[in-house]
């Protein structure tokens, strides 16, 4: 139990030290481009007297020292205060500034975000278990070709065309499903639509989306593994001892693939949210992903704020999850607290 | 190490054979020859054939609600709309020649699909190569330094590629093309590729290399201790020799099947890029662009409308996307299963 708890702490460890490096860099690189957050505050004028400038800075806080400015923003992270944004910053009076609060964004973004890509991972598993184990029954056949074909199908078609396609035929034009948005989990008196019902039945149609581009991976993957053990001793001791097809795969062959997931899905972390830019997009949902492209686009200048707060949310969502694989996998395998896990090869998906 | 009898087969020509043997492989191979043919000179070749360019505009090959034509039609080969005194179009003059669009037209502007695929395969391609080529010369050299040699070069490369992989991508992307894009999409060298071509392939490389470079080092740790190292070294061979001569060749096909994957992810990259809106300059196509022209922006997301757009105009650049990739696939494979016949694939 020791030995778990050290390496619980060794890798909490390393996942502050991640945040802490993401922040910072972040930081570095804003420093590094020259940029105007005066600019915010007065974004309709075409040029900035100097008072104008100094004013803007003064009241944006970006007069002060960076060190300062760099304490004083992990100060408020300590404390889960992301601070205001620049984007859309007002002012009102001689020294008043009214601006937005990005907390509630990131409130309301990251819920979306996250039900996609938990739902959709839970849905990937479901079909890429009995698929590979399929293919990786007989490697080269009619059905393993078949299952390789498609799932390459569903990596090579965007899916962002995919969710558009699905979102438009099934959910505006026939009506099987609702016409994109996202409804809140938790049932909330007056919403529009809420609860587990309503929520599942909105997020049908993108864990779809996202299981499509992910299958191939994991089916290979399954199928790898699956037929590697095939061949082992224990599988013809288990055969000759009469167990039976059914139990000897879901027994026998399958669990051994399970470490392999676990790994893949502690990796594929970041990708996800990566590719739920698009899934929001096509079903109109206003998750992390959107904020985090609009947060980079900005066509005023970078709104260094909210990319911080996106940032600092994405990596801690990413090292969360590594936390909970890492532990998980070390649980599961006691073997794993000295070895290296392997993050050599990531997917054809892993890109997108 | 000159072997001249021809009594036992190199490692090359033995996973040639091996290749050579494996059907699938084959077509694969064929596949791609295929591909990057009609890419790079099928534009030209089937424009001087059908009579036009891919820049060519042609309205009568829209309709009133500007959905293009389909597949094999005839339009007028005209540039002109002809309208009567109300605003009204109308046919073109008699006599106006018409010109075939072999896979219809692609969009509101009326070009020609086939000839834009084609070019756009030419992008795409250019962009997946030179991505992973960037990528190449970028990872292998800093993979090496940091398994080979190890200490602070390796701490840095190690701690600082684990951070940034574990980060979506694509940001990256987008945020180093809206702050780069001034400076290097002009880049062409002439015309000799189209503008932000080499600003999206060098984007895409500078943000991949940890994958050939964790590749190498991997490798360089483990076999950095070998014997035959060992014994390299003790014959006075320099570090230098020792990695070109014996440490290379064992990298190496792990680095080939790296980079068909790579480029084939390379080009599912630039669709991505193409759906944010970033990328490639919007006259010359990409097999991304083509897309996008249809389905929008993740700002503006198109809402399919069957009046308006042809299902071709889905179907042709994803097939394409669907061949590329299948054959780039089956090659890596293929490769790594002829360099590696002991392991089940």
């Not at chain 1, 309301?108 to 184990?133: D, E, F, K, R, Y």
């Not at chain 2, 069957?306 to 042709?316: A, D, E, G």
Request: with cysteine; net charge positive.
């Amino acid at each position: 139990m020791t030995r778990l708890l050290t390496f619980f702490l060794r890798r909490l460890a390393a996942a502050v030290f991640t945040l802490i490096l993401m922040i910072t860099l972040t930081f570095v690189l804003f420093w590094a481009i020259p940029s105007d957050p005066a600019n915010f505050v007065y974004p309709a004028a075409q040029h900035l007297t100097d008072y104008q400038l100094a004013h803007a800075n003064h009241l944006l806080g970006t007069d002060r020292p960076l060190l300062e400015q760099y304490a004083s923003y992990l100060w408020h992270l300590l404390h889960f205060d992301f601070g205001t944004q620049w984007a859309g910053s007002q002012v009102t009076g001689e020294q008043q500034l009214v601006r937005l609060p990005i907390g509630p964004q990131l409130a309301s973004a990251v819920p979306q975000t996250l039900s996609i890509i938990i739902g959709g991972a839970l849905l990937v598993v479901l079909l890429a278990v009995p698929l590979g184990a399929i293919s990786g029954r007989r490697i080269g056949s009619v059905s393993d070709r078949t299952i390789s074909l498609v799932a390459l199908v569903g990596i090579c078609t965007h899916p962002m065309v995919v969710g558009l396609t699905l979102n438009t035929a099934l959910g505006q034009q026939l009506r099987w499903f609702p016409p994109g948005g996202y409804c809140p989990l938790i049932p909330t008196s007056g919403a529009y639509c809420s609860g587990p019902v309503d929520w599942a039945s909105h997020l049908l149609l993108p864990w779809i989306t996202f299981a499509l581009l992910f299958l191939a991976l994991y089916t290979r993957m399954i199928r790898a593994s699956v037929a590697e053990t095939m061949h082992a001793d224990y599988i013809r001791t288990a055969r000759a001892k009469g167990v039976g097809e059914t139990r000897l795969m879901t027994r026998h062959v399958l669990p051994n693939a399970g470490l392999r997931i676990l790994t893949m899905v502690g990796m594929e972390i970041g990708t996800a949210i990566g590719v739920c830019i698009f899934i929001e997009s096509a079903y109109g949902f206003q998750g992390l992903g959107r904020l985090s492209v609009t947060a980079l686009f900005g066509t005023v200048g970078l709104d260094l704020p909210l990319i911080l707060a996106v940032v600092f949310v994405i990596t801690l969502i990413v090292v969360i999850g590594n936390l909970l694989v890492d532990t998980l996998y070390a649980v599961i395998d006691p073997r794993a607290g000295q070895m290296l896990r392997e993050r050599e090869s990531k997917s054809l998906a892993g890109v997108i | 190490m000159q072997a001249t009898d021809g009594a036992a087969l190199g490692p090359f020509r033995l996973t040639l054979r091996r290749i050579r043997r494996d059907r699938w492989t084959l077509a694969a191979v064929g596949l791609l020859a295929f591909i990057v043919f009609c890419s790079f000179a099928g534009g030209s070749i089937a424009g001087a054939f059908v009579g036009h360019s891919a820049q060519d505009q042609y309205p009568y090959a829209v309709d009133d609600n500007f959905k293009p034509a389909g597949p094999w039609t005839r339009v007028p080969d005209t540039s002109y709309v002809n309208a009567n005194d109300y605003g009204e179009t109308i046919p073109p003059p008699k006599g106006t020649k018409k010109t075939l669009l072999v896979l219809g037209a692609d969009g509101t502007l009326g070009r020609d699909e086939l000839l834009r695929l084609l070019d756009g395969g030419r992008t795409s391609l250019e962009i997946g190569i030179f991505g992973a080529f960037v990528a190449l010369l970028v990872g292998v050299p800093l993979g090496i330094v940091s398994g080979y040699f190890g200490g602070f070069t390796d701490t840095v490369v190690s701690r600082l590629t684990e951070s940034i992989m574990a980060f979506p991508l694509i940001l990256f992307l987008v945020f180093a093309s809206v702050r780069l894009a001034d400076t290097l999409t002009p880049i062409g060298w002439g015309s000799t590729i189209p503008d932000g071509v080499f600003l999206v392939g060098l984007l895409i490389g500078l943000f991949t290399w940890f994958y050939p470079a964790r590749l190498v080092r991997a490798e360089m740790l483990t076999l950095r201790n070998a014997e035959y190292v060992s014994a390299a070294r003790s014959l006075g061979a320099s570090e230098w020799r020792i990695v070109r001569r014996h440490l290379f060749p064992h990298v190496l096909p792990a680095l080939i099947v790296w980079s068909a994957i790579a480029v084939a992810a390379n080009i599912l990259l630039e669709v991505g890029l193409s759906f944010v809106g970033v990328g490639v300059q919007a006259q010359t196509p990409t097999w991304g662009s083509m897309l996008s022209q249809v389905w929008g922006t993740i700002f503006a997301p198109g809402r399919y409308n069957s009046s308006t757009y042809s299902t071709w105009q889905t179907i042709l650049p994803t097939l394409a996307i669907l061949l590329t990739v299948f054959a780039l696939n089956q090659l890596s494979e293929g490769i790594r299963s002829a360099l590696e016949p002991w392991s089940s694939r």
